[in-house]
């Protein structure tokens, strides 16, 4: 029997219309399969059986011991159908039949792979872990963002809208959520590279100042506000959001920033926020969430180890308890995690558009890496693994008004 065909049977006996090819010339599946997973070596193998999850495979994906032919997104789904925590006596058999025991013998993880030293969430490795994943290179976002620079969930107004029309939707969503109205004064933490900032400026005449750890953003940011002729409202400052001097402010916005927060800061983060909040003020919350509480990120997870280092999740309950034992009253939340897929599945299809100057940019790895996570982050939102929830907090008045219309207004 040929290493293809034990691979087969750890697959349940069927690959669902994938091909496996291996180094040794076996093969299954059909012949005529749209998707062809090619194991280039031992190495592959031995990746896959000294990690736990999903970080061997994409140890053996990123170092290019593991190609796809066809579509990445097919193949990851036959993938997830793995259970590659096998009992040791079959376990012992398998890698017997794959290439005995020097498998067990772990290969040098890709360069790409990253873990961080230094006190969990403190801000000199909050630093390293946000400048590891967004100061890859502007150019590189630009290809895979679009025009928008937008580089959290759209929202898409139909099925057919475009990825810019979706990504304006989200900021305008955000923006009516919050009730902006000219004059009014918002901050916007993990700005990125200053979309909201921007639209709440140019499209509500806001003042708006955006906190980014990533200079490469806010130097993108900036130099984009004074080409839009903003620089009257709108300002992007490379800080901890921890360092914001300024309070008072009448909304804050926070857009795929609690992801990277950490769980046992949630507290102080909500506290912080909300001490920077006139009375009547609004929060939003807009972040990757799982579907229960007792839900998270593990850290043999390849998201963790080669995307987003540090980076923690929850399930909505608790982002909503946090912010109410914080003092702000919840008037709305919705999940929309089909709108994640859609945008992670545009993101993918600009990647691929620009795949040769993505790999002169930034390296063969890193584009394998960011193919990869695009892939399975979209699967993951279709299958609900993971979702995206926005959360919608008050700070009262001391009578108890919310200044908050009888029924949503957005």
């Given amino acids: 029997m040929g290493r293809a065909e034990t691979l087969e049977r750890i697959l349940g006996g069927s690959t669902d219309g994938v091909a496996i090819s291996l180094f040794d010339g076996s093969r299954v599946g059909p012949t005529d399969a749209p998707v062809t997973i090619h194991v280039r070596s031992d190495k592959a193998l031995a990746y896959i059986a000294t990690a736990a999850g999903d970080l061997g495979l994409a140890r053996a994906y990123v170092a290019g011991e593991i190609d796809v032919e066809g579509d990445l997104y097919t193949a990851l789904k036959t993938l997830a159908t793995i259970d590659f925590d096998v009992?040791?006596?079959?376990?012992i058999r398998v890698l017997r039949e794959l290439g005995g025991?020097?498998?067990?013998?772990?290969?040098?993880?890709?360069?790409q792979e990253v873990r961080l030293s230094g006190r969990l969430h403190s801000k000199a490795r909050d630093q390293k872990?946000?400048?590891?994943?967004?100061?890859?290179?502007n150019k590189f976002y630009e290809w895979i963002l679009g025009p928008s620079m937008a580089y959290?969930?759209?929202?898409?107004?139909?099925?057919?809208?475009?990825?810019?029309?979706?990504?304006?939707?989200?900021?305008?969503?955000?923006?009516?959520?919050?009730g902006l109205r000219p004059g009014m004064r918002l901050l916007d933490v993990g700005c990125g590279w200053g979309g909201m900032v921007m639209h709440a400026a140019q499209h509500y005449g806001v003042r708006a100042l955006g906190v980014t750890l990533s200079r490469r953003q806010a130097e993108w940011a900036q130099k984009a506000i004074a080409e839009a002729g903003l620089t009257e409202l709108?300002?992007?400052r490379h800080l901890d959001y921890r360092d914001v001097a300024e309070t008072d402010f009448d909304a804050i916005s926070s857009i795929g920033l609690t992801e990277h927060i950490g769980l046992s800061q949630l507290d102080s983060y909500f506290r912080f926020l909300?001490?920077?909040?006139?009375?009547?003020?609004?929060?939003?919350?807009?972040?990757?969430?799982?579907?229960?509480?007792?839900?998270?990120?593990?850290?043999?997870?390849?998201?963790?180890?080669?995307?987003?280092p540090d980076g923690e999740l929850t399930g909505v309950g608790r982002i909503v308890s946090a912010m109410q034992d914080r003092g702000l009253e919840i008037r709305h939340a919705e999940d929309l995690r089909e709108h994640y897929a859609l945008t992670t599945k545009a993101w993918s299809e600009n990647l691929?558009?620009?795949?040769?100057?993505?790999?002169?940019?930034?390296?063969?790895?890193?584009?394998r890496v960011w193919k990869l996570y695009l892939a399975g982050v979209s699967l993951g939102f279709t299958q609900n693994k993971v979702q995206l929830h926005q959360v919608l907090g008050v700070k009262l008045h001391s009578s108890g008004s919310a200044d908050f219309p009888l029924r949503p207004d957005w």
């Fill in 87 to 91: 009992p040791l006596r079959e376990r």
């Fill in 101 to 111: 025991f020097k498998l067990l013998r772990r290969p040098p993880a890709p360069e």
């Fill in 129 to 137: 872990a946000i400048s590891h994943h967004y100061d890859v290179s």
């Fill in 152 to 178: 959290t969930c759209a929202v898409y107004p139909s099925a057919t809208s475009t990825l810019e029309e979706a990504q304006f939707e989200k900021f305008d969503l955000v923006a009516r959520k919050l």
């Fill in 234 to 236: 709108a300002e992007v």
């Fill in 274 to 308: 909300v001490g920077k909040m006139r009375p009547g003020a609004r929060l939003l919350n807009h972040c990757i969430t799982v579907p229960a509480t007792t839900d998270g990120v593990k850290d043999d997870w390849f998201i963790r180890r080669y995307v987003f």
């Fill in 352 to 367: 691929d558009a620009h795949w040769d100057d993505a790999v002169a940019e930034v390296g063969m790895g890193t584009a």
